[in-house]
């Protein structure tokens, strides 16, 4: 198992010593430093080069996103997981493109579910290297050997099994809520915003449909309209109509109707 490397950056010894303990749990998983101020992390992280950064933000003198901001342009920025005892800061972590934002004392689901996130951000970083790597033997090579496509092809990726969001973040004036996938009844197209159905709540998410599609699994969320995906796991009955199209009625009580060219997915449940 390949070891994700991982830099803990905090100016309080015992939060860098109780965050390590909760590491120690998660086998792939190495942490291979910590640094006190974020002085001491632009120059680890030039130097070492970890996959992930826990980063304090509230630190004397240079801050962590101090650290992020210094390090654009003069070296891949790792992994960022923002640790910090205010929830003020949540917008701005995330506006520099944080991976996942902790609150302390830290949460144990709350960091196993950014571990997560963590592993399918490298398993997503490393298919955009293997398909660089392919598109370079291609255009090098007029007859590329067949052991050398294979070989790329089948290289194995870590964390291959989480690459679908198991939740996501909304925000929304101000705050941001975080929201389980599988409680998601079904999802409808506004224009370029997702309407996000959970129960009786509606959230709004800036995206499109296709990006959104990507990011839930096809086994559980399918497309039944131009403009509507739902839960599979949500439906509790089929209702055909005679004009060809049909009607899924939901658990939470809405009905949806399949149009005929996603008249497939009703197969699922036959």
């Keep these: 198992?390949?070891?994700?490397?991982?830099?803990?950056?905090?100016?309080?010894?015992?939060?860098?010593?109780?965050?390590?303990?909760?590491?120690?749990?998660?086998?792939?998983i190495e942490v291979a430093g910590s640094c006190s101020n974020?002085?001491?992390?632009?120059?680890?992280?030039?130097?070492?080069?970890?996959?992930?950064?826990?980063?304090?933000i509230q630190m004397p003198g240079f801050d962590g996103f101090s650290v992020v901001r210094s390090l654009v342009g003069q070296v891949e920025i790792p992994l960022v997981i923002f640790v910090t005892a205010y929830d003020q800061y949540a917008l701005e972590a995330?506006?520099?493109?944080?991976?996942?934002?902790?609150?302390?004392?830290?949460?144990?689901?709350?960091l196993a579910e950014a571990i997560s996130r963590v592993r399918e951000a490298l398993f997503q970083r490393a298919a955009i290297e293997q398909n660089a790597r392919?598109?370079?033997?291609?255009?090098?090579?007029?007859?590329?050997?067949?052991?050398?496509l294979t070989a790329i092809l089948e290289q194995p990726f870590e964390g291959k099994e989480n690459q679908y969001?198991?939740?996501?973040?909304?925000?929304?004036?101000?705050?941001?809520?975080i929201v389980h996938v599988a409680d998601v009844?079904?999802?409808?197209?506004?224009?370029?915003?997702?309407?996000?159905h959970v129960a009786e709540k509606t959230h709004i998410l800036r995206e499109t449909m296709?990006?959104?599609?990507?990011?839930?699994d096809p086994k559980i969320f399918q497309r039944v309209h131009r403009s509507t995906i739902v839960n599979l796991d949500k439906v509790q009955e089929v209702r055909?109509?005679?004009?060809?199209?049909?009607?899924?009625?939901l658990t939470c009580g809405m009905e949806l109707k399949v149009s005929r060219s996603y008249k497939d997915v009703v197969g699922r449940f036959l």
Excluded at 165 to 177: A, E, M, Q, W, Y
């Design 1 to 28: 198992m390949a070891k994700i490397r991982a830099l803990l950056v905090d100016d309080e010894p015992l939060a860098i010593r109780g965050l390590a303990i909760r590491l120690e749990k998660y086998q792939d």
């Design 38 to 56: 974020g002085r001491e992390a632009v120059k680890a992280i030039k130097e070492q080069k970890p996959e992930l950064v826990f980063l304090d």
């Design 94 to 110: 995330f506006e520099t493109h944080a991976l996942d934002y902790l609150l302390k004392p830290v949460d144990e689901d709350r």
């Design 134 to 148: 392919l598109v370079d033997l291609i255009e090098n090579l007029n007859d590329p050997p067949k052991e050398a």
């Design 165 to 177: 969001d198991p939740h996501l973040r909304i925000k929304d004036r101000g705050h941001i809520s």
């Design 185 to 196: 009844d079904f999802i409808d197209a506004a224009g370029d915003y997702m309407c996000i």
């Design 210 to 216: 296709k990006t959104m599609q990507k990011r839930l």
């Design 240 to 249: 055909p109509h005679s004009n060809g199209e049909c009607f899924l009625a």
